[in-house]
């Protein structure tokens, strides 16, 4: 009896020339998601900036409207507020980013029926934790907000209570961002909050309010945001139009398998930088946490292009990873690490060589933070250039993973800083933290790389580290040795690099470059351009076989 012979390996029913489609195909799919993703990148980019031009207003009037101490009440209290909400989302928001993708919309659809999986359990958390602590806000002012003064548990009280305000704000952004196109997500993430908040703020501050004025300026934009979200999303999912909300039990338990391992990272994530004031704040005193958390407010300005790029594309890895399309997820990937390399290193460099300088901006009280801020901004090079290789684990549903790399980085975290903070302030913190960072992004990336299992660096990435490191330490050097490490060094290193740019512009390569990416962003057939010898092959293909329109 004769064996029944098998198709050439890449070849299915239509023959060889299959294996051709197949390769087209996935050319196809890549350029398509790399184009999308590059318009999506772009808009989270632009949202970022200004969030961190905004943000770096509201560090200023903080630190100037309170001194040291005060500050660093403010920035302890953002920090509960800031870590308590990311402990009752329970990973919901991850959850409704994942999940959202791969369900359909509008009144027919059934995304609707996640919202209240989503909502309800977080919601009823965030009222225990803010009916709780209003009750203990006498016993824990005087620990957590040493600066505050007398008025400390009216501030902590009012924090405490805003926490499900914010939690809600927090989910409905998740929800916004997989339902509208991102310029919504931008107009209420980055824009909304951060003017409103610096705005509100400083009129407490010129007006002669104290911390709980201030603080008050700081929560209402969320509550406003609360409400913009709620009238976004209601459209495309149908509420209010008959859909169903109504979940199955197969909803609460696809969705909240997939959330909870995301709680616990969730909260260390939000949390990193706040833990730290936090302990800064009780093992060293105010002052030294409002060094600290002005420091922190520089580093996570700088990270904000990364946070721009991630939100931009959560929603389109989900879909590809959901596919199983993970050689298009692995580009998009790549293409924004690229971006987000360029953008951020240049930032953590200046930020590093000239910590003075932007330190002094704050006043100078705050200039002891400049070993502080060299040593994270340094450790920032370690989180900006992997990527987020965090969104491919949460959107390829593996949170376990990632909250396995974030205990990693937690618990180097504490530990050091529970014994360097005592003897050496915001330096010891920043230690700390900065040990914290490398930890975790190091073993994200395994992670990531193993389950992914396609390259997540390529030589694009390489060539722009290497091109980003000497271009701006030449400049940085130029800066130092001519107006030393306070602001006229730091004006002239920006002079250089601006005439560096200005004289990159007149490369033809570079030239081309950005013509290629504009035509992504504006959504031209570049890609279809360059996949169209791959079209014409199967087509080709489809005649040798006699297949016909």
Known sequence: MTAPTRPPAG???DGPHRSGAVAADTVDIGAAETRRSARS??????????SGLFGFVLAVVITRGYGTAGAGAFFAA??????????CTLGAETGLMWALPRRRLGVPGDAARVLPVALI?????????AGVGALSADALAPRLLRGSGDGGDALLTLTFAAVPVVVAMTLLLAALRCVRPIRAYVGVQFLLLPVARPALVGAAALAGGGLLAGMTGWLVPAALALLACLALVAGPLGLGRGAALRPGRADWSTFWRFALPRAASAAIDAGSMWVGVLLTSVLAGPADAGVFGAVGRYVLAGQLAMQGLRVAVSPQLSRLLGRGERAAAAAVHRQLTTWG?????PVYLLLAVFALAFLQLFGPEFTAGVPAMTVLALAMLVNTGVGNVQSLLLMGGRSGLHLVSTLAGLTVTVSLGLWLIPGHGATGA????TAGIATENLTAAAFARAVVAEPLVDAATLRAAAATLGGVGFAAGIGVLTGGRGLPGLAVSLGVLLAGCVGLLTLPRVRAGIRVTMRQIRGSDDAATAARPARNRREAGEGHRGVHP
């Open 11 to 13: 070849a299915g029913p």
């Open 341 to 345: 390399l360029v953008l951020s290193w």
């Open 121 to 129: 359990p977080p919601l009823l958390a965030g009222l225990v934790v």
């Open 78 to 87: 953002i920090g509960v507020v800031t870590v308590a909400t990311a402990v």
């Open 41 to 50: 990148g772009v808009a989270g980019l632009l949202g970022a900036a200004t």
């Open 430 to 433: 920043a230690l700390a933290w």
